[in-house]
């Protein structure tokens, strides 16, 4: 069992940057892959980027991609979502996700993931 809290939204202006954080408890935490997500409004909860249990591979959405970094410290039970270079396309609720699989196998669908946090929201004006 994996719980997860989002943190680190919030309002900024288009080209600012925000760090997102995602606290997780359980044990099982340095095993999962974790991915991050997000739902704008009217919209479906679309992928945005993963990360192995080790850190060592990563994978992102083309349309985030260059600009949003996902990292993990398995040390402190939290994975982050570093996003630069905001657009108000990103405007969304954000969405930390873990899964139970160590695998890569359909990483991009949501309903692959076994635990989600309760998002966070990030606003970008411009």
């Known amino acids: 069992q994996v719980q997860l809290v989002e943190s680190g939204g919030g309002l900024v202006q288009a080209g600012d940057s925000l760090r997102l954080s995602c606290a997780a408890s359980?044990?099982?935490?340095?095993?999962?892959?974790m991915g991050w997500f997000r739902q704008a409004p009217g919209k479906e909860r679309e992928f945005v980027a993963a990360?192995?249990?080790?850190?060592?591979?990563?994978n992102y959405a083309d349309s985030v991609k260059g600009r949003f970094t996902i990292s993990r410290d398995n040390a402190k039970n939290t994975v982050y979502l570093q996003m630069n270079s905001l657009k108000p396309e990103d405007t969304a609720v954000y969405y930390c996700?873990?899964?139970?699989?160590?695998?890569?196998?359909?990483?991009?669908?949501?309903?692959?993931?076994?635990?989600w946090g309760q998002g966070t929201q990030v606003t970008v004006s411009s």
């Open positions: 996700a873990a899964r139970n699989a160590r695998g890569w196998g359909r990483f991009r669908d949501h309903d692959t993931y076994d635990y």
């Open positions: 990360i192995s249990w080790d850190g060592g591979t990563t």
């Open positions: 359980g044990r099982t935490f340095s095993s999962s892959l």
